[in-house]
């Protein structure tokens, strides 16, 4: 792997995403999260040799933050072909990581030039039918094959139109989130797996585990440190994408937006919580302030 080659500009931390076999009860779960989900939308693909778009089998809500989102998704048939394919044939859960980037040809140049194999750059669409600016939000976005990302689906996006992404109706929310703000990444070898996402990132390799991405990271957990750090968590088998955090103004007010009764908080370093993997959709929550 050509290190200096891949390290030439970085990226940024976009959004993450679950994929659950029914929208409904993952929507559900998230509200009761304190979440204020969009509603459902059909994720379109571009053809370029036609000029249309067309339906690639998957819907799609959104839990829209001042900074970074989480996608919410079902894929309606699974053909071989799939690009979620791989991992959904294990399971249901976190399976996506998108980091942003301004240039999408530079990114795919740079990690091409690393020697990591990637998939040709696409363009897809969504209808955005929220808030005050309605219309197409259009993004770029290219993905890592299967064999250079087995934790999950790992992509670079560039969103043609973030206005329409990113609007004050949907980004309160009534636990007070405010970012989307890390991503706990379980590998047998932590080492290894932080060394090939930063350099497909664009950041420097992992210090004590940690991948900054702009003020945001990824960390790095071999299975044994990620039941350290959540006892009694639930884990995927590894690799995966185990969990994520979201940044929210107030933690009590975080705690005491989940539906009464029906979400368990266990306490996390620093005085925030997480919420365990069947209350979230097949991962970690962690809530920090």
């Known amino acids: ?14 959004h993450v995403g679950l994929v659950g076999p029914d929208l409904g009860s993952l929507l559900d779960r998230y509200r009761a999260l304190g979440f204020s989900p969009t509603e459902p939308r059909p994720l379109l693909h571009f053809e370029p040799a036609t000029g249309k778009s067309a339906p690639t089998g998957q819907s799609s809500a959104h839990v829209v933050f001042g900074s970074g989102y989480l996608e919410l998704t079902q894929v309606d048939a699974i053909s071989h072909d799939h690009h979620l394919a791989p991992w959904l044939r294990r399971r249901f859960g976190l399976h996506i990581l998108a980091l942003g980037v301004e240039d999408i040809a530079a990114a795919h140049e740079r990690c091409a030039c690393a020697g990591v194999p990637v998939r040709a750059p696409a363009r897809a669409s969504r209808a955005v039918e929220y808030g005050s600016q309605r219309g197409q939000a259009r993004f770029e976005w290219f993905m890592l094959a299967p064999e250079a990302s087995p934790e999950g689906l790992l992509c670079f996006v560039r969103h ?8 004050r109706e949907v980004e309160c929310h009534p636990n007070g989130a405010l970012a989307l703000d890390g991503v706990y990444v379980v590998a047998a070898d932590p080492r290894e797996a932080g060394y090939r996402l930063a350099i497909v990132a664009g950041a420097r390799p ?11 990271w990824i960390q790095l ?15 995927p088998p590894a690799p995966c994408l185990a969990g994520f955090a ?8 975080a705690r005491g937006a989940m539906a009464p009764g029906r979400i368990a908080a266990a306490p996390a370093p620093g005085g925030g919580f997480w919420i365990d993997a069947p209350h ?4 970690v929550v962690e809530f920090i302030g």
Do not use: W, Y
């Open 280 to 283: 979230a959709g097949g991962c």
């Open 160 to 167: 043609e139109t973030p206005e329409l992404v990113h609007q």
């Open 221 to 235: 957990l071999s299975p044994g440190g990620f039941a350290e750090r959540f006892p009694g968590a639930e884990l």
């Open 206 to 216: 992992a210090e004590a585990g940690t991948i900054a991405l702009g003020g945001c």
């Open 246 to 253: 979201v940044r929210v103004a107030n933690l009590r007010l």
């Open 1 to 14: 792997m050509n290190t200096k080659a891949a390290t030439s500009g970085g990226a940024r931390l976009d």
